[in-house]
């Protein structure tokens, strides 16, 4: 249970800087509080949308399905719930690579470094490694 609320917790604060991000994308912030400058480049940048979405709203629907599934799994009856675990752990890795894809992207195509991007990367890392527990789950019998 410690795990699940962990992956909340983060996929909260996630959720939050995709908020954040998806504001500037709209036009609802004049600029991003960021110490590089790099995050602006970043997110004016081609890469900044993937298959015509933009990337921060991504990260919400991702950011936001994973709190929602970690919250539903606190819930007593789907302690042991092979669904759950299942969903929570498929998001966790599809979350990681993607934010390595994107992080990739940012080091060697657009050579800027955005913070806000770089902290939500280490978000979804801890997430995956939180999500960890969730493959003992997968294994057990219903």
Do not use: H, K
Request: net charge positive; charged share 10%.
């Amino acid at each position: 249970m410690l795990n699940r609320m962990a992956v909340a917790l983060l996929a909260l604060v996630g959720f939050l800087i995709s908020a954040y991000m998806s504001a500037y994308r709209f036009g609802l912030l004049g600029t991003i509080m960021c110490g590089s400058g790099g995050c602006e480049t970043v997110q004016n940048s081609p890469w900044a949308a993937f298959l015509g979405v933009p990337v921060p709203l991504i990260g919400l629907a991702g950011y936001g399905a994973l709190f929602a599934a970690a919250i539903a799994g606190l819930q007593p009856r789907f302690d042991g719930d092979r669904r759950i675990a299942g969903i929570l752990s498929a998001a966790a890795v599809i979350g990681v690579l993607f934010s390595a894809y994107l992080t990739y992207l940012e080091a060697a195509v657009i050579r800027a470094w955005c913070q806000w991007c770089i902290v939500s990367a280490v978000l979804a890392a801890l997430i995956f490694l939180f999500t960890l527990p969730e493959l003992r789950r997968l294994r057990s019998p219903s």
